[in-house]
């Protein structure tokens, strides 16, 4: 869609309000929003002016002017709102250069694509990735100098089974979630007007599901699209999943570990490489992989540690990568072993599905940031032919002791993450991608206001260890 075509577009749905979208560093999306006569073409093309001060990891106060332009391929009418609201995605601009906005995280990923053109080695990089998250009925929390709890609650939760009001049974056990149907699944209509809301706004879905956790976890799968696009549509997923949960009177999270004992919330990153219309990772080897997927296996084992500064970049992001469970700390990679940091699917012999699907990442990232990372990765497996060694097609929880010293895992921590991108970044800073100016905001601002204050806070569970002693 063209500038004019906006217009037309705005004009056929009856909007009244443009609505502007942007992400922050962090990942939360923004927005601001305009009379629709600010709706123009000079405007479409010379942007709106912004305060961005105020926005996480952007700029200083005394350099504050910042400009939105919209992209005019993002445009979609918001499904919630009660006056017509045409949305467009924008990419920020520094207004005396007329540049785009080195800490923008969507130029960021702009800068990322056109690496990969310049490097020759392929032409697009598609991402397909599938973010779990949890619908809930009520989220309590609360942190201060004399006490610290959440309370989480879910009528569809399994501890709700031995309540004596309203209990009508039907609950999905611990581990047991994935895929019994209703009345044991109690989101099936939720989901499926989600579904409904999500192809409304242009991002095609292609199933949905109960996951493995109680409480309500789910998932909803839409079809893979290029790096910016996959991004956006995340953004849309995202809004859409919240929203309508909002209007059922149930909240979603997208946080990787809310729920004690039972499983967490990943987003299994699937991802491919193509050249010229044709898929660059086919090929005669190991489950049907080319040697440029394999190289671009190596590349993402090889950095793994530096890219979930990105792509798990919470502290509760290690709640769910823990050793011993069902979570890919491994790196290593298999056509079957989930626990394993990388996995090919084999569900189809057609040379167009053949992609990897890289399981340490979870939806708390933000996804501009999160996809960059692991094609830089990936990229500098290829272009330094990095060997990810042989697979690890066993069950990893019958390996002993002596084998499975020699496979790496994920840190434990998200500092530990961070201390790995401090140590590893010079594969994301080729061609001006991720700068060393983004890559130190980011370190600095995850130890100063993440990692940081949870190690001085007391943990509730401390109490029950330690208060008695």
């Given amino acids: 869609m063209d500038p004019k075509g ?27 929003s305009y009379p629709i006569k600010e709706l123009t073409l000079e405007s479409l093309q010379e942007g709106f002016g912004m305060d961005a001060s105020s926005i996480r990891g952007w700029a200083q106060i005394h350099e504050s002017d910042m400009l939105l332009i919209p992209d005019p391929n993002t445009a979609f009418m918001d499904p919630f709102r009660d006056t017509p609201t045409i949305v467009l995605i924008c990419d920020a601009y520094d207004p005396p250069t007329r540049k785009p906005y080195a800490r923008d995280v969507r130029n960021l ?27 809930l009925d009520s989220a309590r929390f609360d942190s201060r100098e004399n006490h610290a709890y959440y309370y989480l609650d879910s009528d569809e939760g399994r501890w709700n089974s031995g309540r004596p009001e309203h209990n ?9 979630g994935y895929f019994p149907v209703p009345p044991t699944d109690h989101y099936q209509d939720m989901r ?69 004992s039972d499983n967490g919330s990943g987003m299994h990153t699937h991802q491919s490489l193509w050249k010229g219309g ?115 097609d066993k069950d990893i929880f019958e390996l002993s002791k002596e084998e499975l010293a020699h496979v790496p895992s994920v840190p434990g921590s998200l500092e530990g993450s961070l201390q790995a991108l401090q140590q590893d970044h010079g594969f994301l800073t ?13 370190i600095d601002y995850k130890i100063t206001k993440e990692v940081t204050p949870m190690s001085m806070r007391p943990h509730p569970y401390e109490f029950h260890l330690y208060y008695d002693i």
Avoid at 121 to 130: K, L, S, T
Avoid at 363 to 375: E, K, T
């Fill in 6 to 32: 906006v217009l037309e577009y705005a004009g056929k749905h009856n909007a009244k309000i443009v609505d502007l979208r942007f992400i922050d560093v962090p990942g939360l999306w923004q927005h601001v």
């Fill in 109 to 135: 990923a702009h800068r990322a694509e056109e690496y990969l053109q310049k490097s020759g080695v392929a032409d697009q990089a598609f991402f397909g990735a599938e973010a779990e998250f949890f619908i």
């Fill in 168 to 176: 009508l049974g039907f609950r999905p056990r611990y581990k047991e």
């Fill in 192 to 260: 499926s007007d989600m579904v409904l809301k999500l192809q409304e706004v242009g991002v095609e879905v292609e199933c949905h599901h109960h996951e493995v956790a109680t409480a309500g976890q789910a998932e909803i799968d839409f079809k893979f699209d290029t790096l910016i696009r996959a991004a956006d549509n995340m953004c849309k997923y995202k809004y859409i999943l919240r929203n309508t949960a909002y209007q059922y009177g149930k909240t979603v999270t997208f946080m990787p570990k809310p729920i004690y």
């Fill in 278 to 392: 044709k898929p660059l990772f086919a090929g005669d080897g190991y489950a049907g992989l080319s040697q440029t997927a394999m190289w671009y296996i190596g590349g993402l084992l090889k950095h793994a540690p530096a890219i979930l500064a990105f792509a798990a970049p919470s502290t509760n992001s290690y709640k769910r990568l823990v050793p011993g469970f069902e979570a890919p700390v491994n790196l290593a990679y298999s056509k079957r072993n989930r626990s394993a940091a990388v996995r090919i699917p084999v569900y189809s012999e057609s040379p167009k599905a053949k992609r990897l699907e890289f399981r340490p990442p979870d939806p708390s990232c933000n996804p501009y940031l999160a996809y960059s990372a692991m094609l830089m990765a990936g990229l500098d497996g290829i272009e330094n032919k990095i060997d990810p060694g042989g697979p690890l």
């Fill in 430 to 442: 080729k061609g001006g991608v991720f700068t060393k100016d983004f890559i130190d905001l980011w």
